[in-house]
């Protein structure tokens, strides 16, 4: 059999998420989320050999752990204020100028869940590019408006400089804003994968290009690296199934 047609839904993902970061040059790689951090070591060990990747502490290190080199806070806040960092984070609702909310569930007084807090989403995605992980769209995820405005939008971003969001990757497809309005784009479906479906898993109205392509599939070399070498447990299997 083909090894190709074996490629899962997860290792789509992955390979979606590390072309976040194809040839970035020297940024700061911040991953959040096991498919994120599985694509971003993966760029790093094929198209994007000057990313660094940081252990989240305080250490640069190479994509199987090794030490190479030392960021000190000070210097982690100049790669973020200054747009060398590229982060990819999750978010618990995202609207079609990709504003992100974090923070609660309903009214920001009388909330009806509590969840992380806006942490440093707001300065963050205004001084550096920001994508998104979404495993599990939804129209509770894929909002028409967020509740709260973590994650800065492209509708709130006027004259911030470092202010980009490339790519949003969820289980379907991938999407990004490259329309005239800066509204969400589907970009590709993932394998298997309906327009019909997104659009009925999405709150809001998308645009959708006459003929969306499918999500790139991973190289043989790719696919042994992701099973062989970053990811032997599959861990990538537990954020999105078969």
């Known amino acids: 059999m083909d090894v190709m047609t074996e490629v899962t839904r997860a290792e789509y993902c992955v390979i979606a998420c590390a072309e976040a970061w194809r040839d970035a040059g020297e940024v700061l790689a911040s991953p959040m989320g096991l498919i994120p951090s599985v694509g971003a070591r993966l760029a ?11 252990d989240g502490e305080a250490l640069l290190v190479t994509p199987d752990g090794t030490v190479e080199g030392w960021l000190p806070y000070r210097r982690h806040l100049a790669l973020v204020t200054g747009g060398r960092r590229h982060v990819m984070m999750g978010a618990s609702q995202i609207d079609r100028y990709g504003n992100q909310n974090i923070s609660c569930i309903g009214d920001w007084e009388r909330p009806k869940r509590q969840l992380l807090g806006v942490r440093g989403a707001p300065v963050n995605t205004l001084n550096n590019p920001t994508s998104y992980w979404i495993p599990r769209h939804s129209r509770r995820v894929f909002v028409e408006k967020v509740d709260m405005v973590c994650g ?6 006027a004259g911030a400089r470092y202010h980009r969001i490339p790519r949003v990757v969820s289980d379907l497809g991938v999407f990004d804003f490259a329309t005239p309005d800066r509204s969400m784009r589907l970009a590709s479906l993932h394998p298997g994968v309906t ?18 392509p499918r999500t790139r599939p991973p190289t043989a070399e790719e696919l042994r690296l992701i099973r062989e070498v970053i990811d032997p447990g599959n861990t990538r299997a537990r954020e999105v199934g078969a």
């Open 44 to 54: 790093r060990l094929t198209f994007s050999p000057d990313l660094l990747l940081t």
């Open 195 to 212: 327009v019909e479906q997104v659009r009925e898993a999405t709150s809001f109205e998308l645009a959708v290009p006459d003929d969306v």
């Open 152 to 157: 800065v939008g492209y509708d709130h971003a």
